[in-house]
């Protein structure tokens, strides 16, 4: 392989938009531009790719097309689940876990400014929440919104959905509210059968473009608009809806649904692959959960090398020593130190994250240059 060819492997951060997904959106900026919300001919081809996208998302996990409001993105949609809930609930209690994303604590902070109660809940070494530390908090009586991080964005762990959402037939005065940011597309989902509340994502992270997403409500008498005015979107979310890019999201939930067991066990089997030979070097500890986690994630931590001295070692290698959205702060990353990890353990730590684009030639690259770089570093220190 040519060294100088670029390799991205930061597909938890963002991804690129499938050319089909592009080829969808195109005429809806020039020849169907009409706003949804207009009663005319140029209204009604708006509002019915509104309503196919509606269903492609509804069938991509499960729920229905009536259950899906378009937002622009999942820091939008986790906010109206948040603060809509707590608009709806005075004085209710958020629980929430110490691995969320930066986005899920300033929804919670402005809960707080309007009344709630919020506590952060520990994780164990895994980043997994402790169901029995949940049960303790739902014991006291009061409305009580669970928010919770699904497929950790740094360290690809799953938390136990099943048993998360199981738990509101024992505590009905639980809502569960699960930030699916970088499940959906990857994880299968089923929104009728698990009984979830709110699901939120972004649909930059799974080939549609940047600045669309969803949330998906159970029930909209459970919690109030975040937006008001326009009464678009049955409504409960103002403001015109942005038609190339809700037909983009359409379109690659789509694609996700016809694709996704095939490129997850794809993923799954790179990444065990290229994990093997590193974990074989004994210089490499796996963060996460090493079986319930996301497939195309690798959370690494490195005895001797940093995540800079790698970046210098793999310079057309696109990959996060970080989360995106804290990459240009030097802090320690509140995820790994939720579970365990020091500021110089941190220091060590990338995060690869493959995509629909990744080859097992690029990551044989790669793991060749790593190990290499291990290699160095031992040889150096020795």
Known sequence: MNEQKEIYLDYHATTPVLPEVLEAMSPYFCNHFGNANSTH???WKAEMAVSKSSKQVADLISSKPSQVYFTSGATESLHWAIIGWTKKNKNGKILTTSTEHKATYGACDWAEELGAQVKRLKVDQYGVVDLHVL???????????FTFIYGNNEIGTLNPMEEICALKKDYPHLWVHADAAQCVGKVGIDFEALEIDFLSFSGHKLYAPKGVGALIIRDKESLSPLFCGGGQQRGMRAGTVDIPS???????????KHNLETESQRLR?????????LLDTGEVTLNGHPEYRLPNNMSLTFKNITSDKLLLKLPKVGFSSSSACTSGNTSTSHVLKAIGLTDEEAKRTIRFGMGHGTTS??????????????????SFLS
């Open 269 to 277: 089997e790179l990444r065990e692959e290229v994990l093997k030979q």
């Open 361 to 378: 030639e690029q990551m044989k690259y790669v793991t060749e240059r790593v190990i290499t770089a291990i290699e160095e570093a031992k």
């Open 41 to 43: 001919q140029w209204g």
């Open 246 to 256: 809700v037909v983009g999201l359409g379109v690659a939930c789509d694609w996700a």
């Open 135 to 145: 049960k303790e908090e739902l014991k006291e009586e009061v409305p009580t919104l």
